[in-house]
């Protein structure tokens, strides 16, 4: 074992659920240079090509008990940060969306989140400080109509209230939570909701080493708005 792998040993673990697309791959190149990352997406290291040699890859179905049950297994040790990247988008006429697509975008934004903090929490306890990290909708803080993503604004405000639920929980546990509240990601498909420009990837990255970095206990329950102030035009 070459010396890289020894500091990559003794580095924090990070555990980064839905890695693939390009939330997931910033948080990637960001949280690299402090943590060992495990990486999960449903395919495993197939749907992760930007893999070092000191990550490690693992298959992941975040809605299925013994998907999640493996991937703890394992795990080299209890990790000390954990990003949810998960989420399907539907762009639909909420007089045309049929229960089960509705049901199936909550689930992917909303369920998969909770069962990421179900079965994270305990071995993020063993922790003195800890953190969840999550993606949420930009400028969902206040609840407004959306006839054309109904499904996922609706998932992304239950994930916003979610949040603020955890950091005020696990808060005596040294464990802080928070949401960036993102807009369109360069290199994500361009939305036909928007003409936004794209959100930087640096400032992506950026965000999330400032709210994973020092200050992240004393900012727990923090919504970061990540967008340039489009849905305020």
């Known amino acids: 074992m070459g010396p890289r792998h020894l500091r ?12 693939a697309g390009p939330v997931g791959r910033a948080a990637m190149e960001e949280l690299r240079k402090e943590y060992r990352l495990v990486a999960t997406s449903r395919s495993g290291a197939k749907g992760l090509p ?3 040699s000191q990550d490690i890859a693992l298959p992941l179905d975040a809605l299925n008990e013994a998907s999640w049950l493996q991937v703890i297994e394992q795990l080299p040790r209890a990790p000390q940060l954990v990003v ?8 639909e ?11 199936a975008v909550v689930e992917s934004n909303l369920s998969s989140a909770f069962r990421t903090y179900y079965h ?6 063993q922790s003195t400080q800890s953190g969840l990290l999550y993606f949420g909708l ?11 993503i109904s499904a996922y604004y609706a998932a992304k405000q239950g994930l916003k209230s979610l949040v603020k639920s955890i950091a005020a ?3 005596q546990n040294g464990m802080s939570c928070h949401l960036i509240a993102l807009g369109f990601v360069a290199g994500s498909p361009q939305p036909t909701t ?8 640096e400032q992506l990255r950026a965000a999330i080493g400032h709210l994973t970095g020092p200050l992240a206990q004393q900012l727990s329950g923090t919504i970061l708005d990540l967008s340039g102030g489009w849905r305020l035009r």
């Open 169 to 171: 929980q696990e808060a």
């Open 120 to 125: 994270m929490a305990p071995l993020l306890r």
């Open 194 to 201: 928007t003409q936004q420009a794209p959100v930087p990837v």
């Open 50 to 52: 930007t893999l070092c």
């Open 93 to 103: 006429p909420l007089d045309q969306v049929t229960p089960d697509r509705f049901d």
């Open 84 to 91: 949810h990247c998960v989420g399907d988008f539907l762009l």
């Open 138 to 148: 930009a400028h969902g803080q206040a609840v407004q109509s959306e006839p054309r």
């Open 8 to 19: 990559a040993m003794k580095k924090p673990l990070a555990l980064i659920v839905g890695a």
